[in-house]
């Protein structure tokens, strides 16, 4: 079992998507989506700031994992697709990557990853698309802008800068077992960034 621990940056609803029963990390981390088997946990924590750095936003189990073109095609996961004139919920889907049947090209629909004219944003789909997966959870916390601070003794084993790093397992057991105490299961608080809908340009 592996534990892979990151910083969520940009929190608005798109990476990971906590929306609906099943929480989704369809884009970004390329090395954690390529190396996540069935069973691995992803926790994603604040930036450093002044007090509030490594404060948990999510904790998700990997329950499923899907190639692009399975996401894109599962009707379990239509919701998860961008509709750009609906809520900002349906803004903010992830299911955008699949291929053209005919000529095998990486299709990318228009989303927060796509540039402003719903053009594709070739930084983002190269990124996205090299993590070959989507990890999908129905098994998770996700705090949002209720982030929660952490037993203090398990805080810096979370600590991390850019990237991402693999967690040793007794402390993410442990972490996991505080979670299963004091909280319920899935959607707990909304995105911290979640007021307005952006599109993201793949570099800032």
Not at 44 to 69: C, E, H, S, Y
Not at 84 to 100: A, E, F, P, R, T
Request: positive net charge.
């Amino acid at each position: 079992m592996k534990y892979f621990s990151y910083v969520v940056a940009r929190d608005f609803g798109f990476a990971p998507n906590p929306f609906g029963q099943h929480c989704t990390l369809a884009t970004c981390k390329p090395i954690i989506r390529r190396n996540s088997e069935l069973g691995d946990w992803v926790f994603g924590i604040t930036p450093k700031a002044k007090d509030k750095g490594n404060r948990l936003v999510f904790a998700m189990k990997v329950t499923q994992k899907m190639t692009f073109d399975e996401y894109w095609a599962s009707p379990e996961f239509q919701y998860k697709k961008p509709v750009m004139n609906g809520s900002l919920k349906q803004l903010y889907g992830d299911n955008i990557y699949h291929k053209n049947k005919d000529t095998d090209v990486w299709i990318q629909e228009d989303s927060h990853h796509s540039k402003d004219n719903g053009e594709t944003n070739y930084e983002n789909l190269k990124r996205d698309v090299s993590g070959q997966y989507v990890l999908i959870s129905d098994y998770f916390y996700y705090f949002g802008k209720l982030n929660v601070e952490m037993p203090f003794l398990l805080k810096t084993k979370f600590s991390i800068g850019i990237g991402q790093k693999q967690v040793k397992e007794e402390y993410a057991l442990k972490l996991i077992e505080w979670l299963y105490s004091n909280y319920e299961k899935g959607l707990i608080g909304v995105p911290l960034l979640f007021t307005n809908f952006q599109r993201y340009d793949g570099v800032s």
